[in-house]
């Protein structure tokens, strides 16, 4: 089973310039890692000084003379102006194009440095990671005590990619991710909600390997994994991201913030406009939550131009 305790917390204004300061120090710390060595910045736009108001000169107070005017500059009239508006506008017709958050400026300079591979060639691209993930054992613990490791499931060139947290007992012994409780509620929600097969997106975990009794990834093993992933969304290029739980949005956004205030807001990773929702097995032991979890599935089905159904009883 996967587990991704759902954490919540707010704070005032300066809890947030700290959590800011943090992120963006995380992630200066994960380009330096990277062999990142110079952010380009973006020049910011001329400033415009109003000009000085040079007061007229005087005359001696003993000789006062009268003033000489130069020939006076009549301005174009000015259009008229529009009357206020007696009610609100009403709303724009819903765009397929997603608004995002302000976060999304901390991942611009992270673009993709080469072109997508062929289709035909991301298979066999994959294969060579997933062995090089397999012989992996920078977690000594995760090493000693997984099964086998756990890569992903689905298309290499899906539009879509979801990542979790970790794998369960059921994914490591089954080498695939998503396929306990939780991941037949994460299948639920790509065919019943979205109206997708589960073999047209891409699955895959922040950690590759199962921490014992399910417990929340440490930091180091988070950092010691994390490459593997950004080099499957480096290979995959989905159009979509969507992050399962509060540990994969904090290892994808380098975010410290509660599920509650993540979700329902775009978000862009490398450039992949991406969104945060709950993991399935927080849902399971939530029952409630569910109806939030749908809102963001028809937030992401409708940036990606998918028909919204009714929700059906028992749906996520």
Not at 75 to 80: C, E, G, H, L, T
Not at 223 to 232: T, V
Request: proline residues 13%; contains cysteine; glycine residues 6%.
């Amino acid at each position: 089973m996967q587990m991704d305790p759902e954490q919540s917390g707010q704070g005032g204004p300066s809890e947030s310039l700290r959590v800011v300061a943090r992120e963006v120090k995380q992630r200066l710390e994960s380009l330096m890692r990277a062999g990142v060595r110079e952010i380009p910045l973006t020049p910011l736009p001329p400033r415009v000084v109003a000009p000085e108001r040079v007061a007229p000169s005087r005359a001696p107070a003993e000789a006062p003379a009268p003033p000489i005017l130069a020939d006076p500059v009549i301005p174009p009239p000015a259009p008229p102006a529009a009357p206020p508006e007696s009610r609100p506008s009403p709303k724009p017709a819903a765009s397929k194009e997603p608004s995002f958050a302000p976060v999304e400026s901390l991942f611009q300079p992270g673009e993709f440095e080469g072109p997508a591979l062929p289709a035909a060639e991301r298979l066999t691209v994959l294969r060579d990671l997933a062995a090089e993930v397999a012989g992996c054992r920078r977690c000594a613990e995760l090493a000693a005590t997984r099964t086998q490791t756990v890569f992903a499931d689905g298309s290499p060139t899906a539009r879509l990619m979801f990542i979790g947290e970790a794998p369960g007992a059921d994914e490591d012994r089954t080498g695939r991710p998503f396929v306990g409780r939780a991941g037949q509620l994460l299948t639920d929600m790509i065919t019943k909600g979205m109206g997708l097969k589960r073999e047209e997106v891409y699955i895959a975990n922040i950690l590759k390997c199962r921490p014992p009794e399910n417990r929340t990834p440490t930091p180091e093993e988070t950092a010691n994994c994390i490459h593997f992933l950004e080099r499957q969304v480096e290979v995959v290029r989905p159009e979509f991201l969507c992050l399962l739980g509060r540990t994969a949005a904090a290892g994808v956004l380098n975010t410290s913030l509660s599920m509650g205030r993540l979700r329902g807001k775009w978000y862009r990773y490398r450039g992949i406009p991406t969104i945060a929702t709950y993991h399935p097995s927080y849902l399971l032991r939530n029952p409630p939550a569910k109806k939030e979890a749908w809102e963001d599935l028809q937030l992401l089905m409708t940036a990606m131009g998918l028909q919204v159904r009714t929700r059906q009883k028992g749906q996520p």
